[in-house]
Antibody
């Protein structure tokens, strides 16, 4: 059974930093790209960024809204993905999801965690 | 930055057909994906690669894409289909992804 479990959310002051973790199990993590998505209360889904697999040089890409402030990394030995968030703003308050989608053989796979809440407030 | 535009809301009676559109300049060259999100839940993929349905998704969900517009169709909508729906697709470079603005589907 596939599991994606986010952790590390909480309350942080504006200008502060926070590192979210995503623990993966039940699928070929090392061969999969990992994405981070967020959703502010009552708002839509926002794609934040992606890290590709080692075969694709762990290449990263980010949304313009977080580029330069957020960094995605991975540790394939631990089946973990991370989202380092710096210079946090009140508008970064949201639920943060890790997710993975793509073909596993001939089957298209799509996995989501349940999310972790980040609150940026003084 | 790249944008995908959806209507804010669609309302149908049970058994009717709901159509949700998604407009984006890269859609002629990039696949569209559709997610259903019920209140308080993580998104659920209902269509991938424009028109393919994941295992377990009811046949009443279908997708199509033509030119710069992708469409999600719910044929014979059920009350349990009430949710927010988001299209999702990469930009032309494939390096960034974006969600559509979201459509609230009401079935009553």
């Amino acid at each position: 059974e596939v599991h994606l479990v986010e952790s590390g959310g909480g309350l942080v002051q504006p200008g502060g930093s926070l590192k979210l973790s995503c623990a993966a199990s039940g699928f070929n993590f090392s061969g999969s790209a990992m994405h981070w998505v967020r959703q502010a209360s009552g708002k839509g889904l926002e794609w934040l960024g992606r890290i590709r697999s080692k075969d694709n040089n762990d290449a990263t890409g980010y949304a313009a809204s977080v580029n330069g402030r957020f960094t995605i990394s991975r540790d394939d030995s631990k089946n973990m993905a991370y989202l380092q968030m710096n210079s946090l703003k009140t508008e970064d308050t949201a639920i943060y999801f890790c997710t993975s989608h793509g073909y596993g053989g001939n089957v298209f796979l799509d996995f989501w965690g349940q999310g972790t809440l980040v609150t940026v407030s003084s | 930055s790249y944008e995908l535009t959806q209507p804010p809301s669609v309302s149908v009676s049970p058994g009717q057909t709901a159509r949700i559109t998604c407009s984006g300049d890269a859609l002629p060259k990039k696949f569209a994906y559709w997610y259903q999100q019920r209140s308080g839940q993580a998104p659920l993929l209902v269509i991938y690669d424009d028109n393919k349905r994941p295992s377990g998704i009811p046949e009443r969900f279908s997708g199509s894409s033509s030119g710069t517009m992708a469409t999600l169709t719910i044929s014979g909508a059920q009350v349990e289909d009430e949710a927010d729906y988001y299209c999702y697709s990469p930009d032309i470079s494939g390096d960034q992804f974006v969600f559509g603005t979201g459509t609230k589907v009401t079935v009553l």
